[in-house]
C-alpha cells in the first residue's frame, strides 16, 4: 500500500514570515495529493490540492508543488497569519482505489504574533 | 444541509462494553469511510463502504465492526473496548464519479476507554 512521511512534525514562524511542509509517498501509482487544515478540536477541511499532471497550484496564500520523478510534494504558506496556526496533513491517493486516501503524521504550525 | 454529522461527540466507555458510533450524510455520497486520529499518527483508516450494503477493511480494522444498511448511514462497532481504542474517530464520505473528489469529514467522536 501507499506510505506517505510528512515533516516537519512541528513548526513555528513568526508572523509574516513562510512556511513549508514536506511530504514524499511510496506509489507511484498515486495521482492526487490533497492537504487538508484542522484547527484544534475541528475536523479536517480540504485547503488545496493537486493532480499529478501539474506541477504547481496557487490559491490565495498557499501554493503546492508536486515532483513525480522524486515523489515529493510540499505546501507553502507565505505571509503566514496567526490564524494560520493548525495542524496541516498531507495526503496521497491511488488511482482506482474507492477515493481512499493515505495521510502523513501531521506538521503543527505555530505562528507566533 | 447538514453535511456530515457523528453521534455521539463524546463517550467515556469501560474496558469490554460496547457501544456503537453513527456518520450520517445528506449529500448522496456512495462512499464513506471511518478514520481514527491519535496523536502523532495522522488519520488511520479503519474501515470503508463503496455502497450500501458494502464494507471493506482499511488499514486498522482489529476490534471493529461496521455496516452500511442504508446509503446515507455508516455505522462503526466496538463489540468490547480496549484502553487502546482510545481516541478521536472521524467519518468521511466521497461522491461516486470522477477522480479527484474530496473528502467530506464529520466533526469527530472523542472516545476514553477506561
Known amino acids: 500500500g501507499e506510505n506517505v512521511e510528512q515533516h516537519p512534525s512541528t513548526l513555528s514562524v513568526q508572523e509574516g514570515d513562510s512556511a513549508v511542509i514536506k511530504c514524499t509517498y511510496s506509489?507511484?501509482?498515486?495521482?492526487?495529493f490533497p492537504w487538508y487544515k484542522q484547527e484544534l478540536g475541528k475536523r479536517p477541511q480540504l485547503i488545496i490540492d493537486?493532480?499529478?499532471?501539474?506541477g504547481e497550484k496557487k490559491d490565495q496564500r498557499i501554493a503546492v508543488t508536486l515532483n513525480k520523478t522524486a515523489k515529493h510534494f510540499s505546501l507553502h504558506i507565505t505571509e503566514t497569519q496567526p490564524e494560520d496556526s493548525a495542524v496541516y496533513f498531507c495526503?496521497?491517493?491511488?488511482?482506482?482505489?474507492?477515493?481512499?486516501?493515505?495521510f502523513g503524521i501531521g506538521t503543527k504550525l505555530q505562528v507566533i504574533p | 444541509n447538514a453535511g456530515v454529522t457523528q453521534t455521539p461527540k463524546f463517550r467515556v466507555l469501560k474496558t469490554g462494553q460496547s457501544m456503537t458510533l453513527l456518520c450520517a450524510q445528506d449529500?448522496?455520497?456512495?462512499?464513506m469511510y471511518w478514520y481514527r486520529q491519535d496523536p502523532g499518527m495522522g488519520l488511520r483508516l479503519i474501515h470503508y463502504?463503496?455502497?450500501?450494503?458494502?464494507?471493506a477493511k482499511g488499514e486498522v480494522p482489529d476490534g471493529y465492526n461496521v455496516s452500511r444498511l442504508k446509503k446515507q448511514n455508516f455505522l462503526l462497532g466496538l463489540e468490547s473496548a480496549a484502553p487502546s481504542q482510545t481516541s478521536v474517530y472521524f467519518c468521511?464520505?466521497?461522491?461516486?464519479?470522477?477522480?479527484?473528489?474530496?473528502?467530506?469529514f464529520g466533526p469527530g467522536t472523542r472516545l476514553t476507554v477506561l
Open positions: 493537486i493532480r499529478s499532471n501539474v
Open positions: 463502504s463503496v455502497g450500501e450494503g458494502t464494507t
Open positions: 506509489d507511484s501509482a498515486s495521482n492526487y
Open positions: 495526503a496521497a491517493r491511488i488511482s482506482g482505489g474507492y477515493q481512499k486516501v493515505t
Open positions: 468521511a464520505s466521497v461522491v461516486f464519479g470522477g477522480s479527484y473528489n474530496e473528502q467530506f
Open positions: 449529500m448522496n455520497h456512495e462512499y
